[in-house]
């Protein structure tokens, strides 16, 4: 309940925020106000790096659905 008060904090304050949600994609729906949101599939130490080097832009993210 603490972290997804903080997150929603987070959102209304930042609009521009991005929600990175680790391992199950479905957490996302609990937050329809993200703008944009990044997932990973896993929270270990190769998806952690993944995510940091996604969002510093030196590997491109793939779209799906």
Same mark, same amino acid.
């Given at each position: 309940p603490g972290q997804r008060r +903080?997150?929603?904090d987070v959102l209304e #304050?930042?609009?521009d925020a991005? +929600?990175?949600v680790l391992r199950d994609p479905r957490d996302m729906e609990i937050f329809p106000r993200a #703008?944009?949101?990044v997932i990973t599939?896993?929270?270990g130490p190769h998806s952690?790096?993944?995510l940091a080097e996604t969002l510093?832009?030196?590997l491109k993210p #793939?779209?799906?659905g």
């Amino acid at each position: 309940p603490g972290q997804r008060r +903080l997150i929603e904090d987070v959102l209304e #304050r930042r609009p521009d925020a991005v +929600l990175t949600v680790l391992r199950d994609p479905r957490d996302m729906e609990i937050f329809p106000r993200a #703008r944009m949101v990044v997932i990973t599939r896993g929270y270990g130490p190769h998806s952690i790096r993944a995510l940091a080097e996604t969002l510093s832009g030196k590997l491109k993210p #793939r779209r799906e659905g």
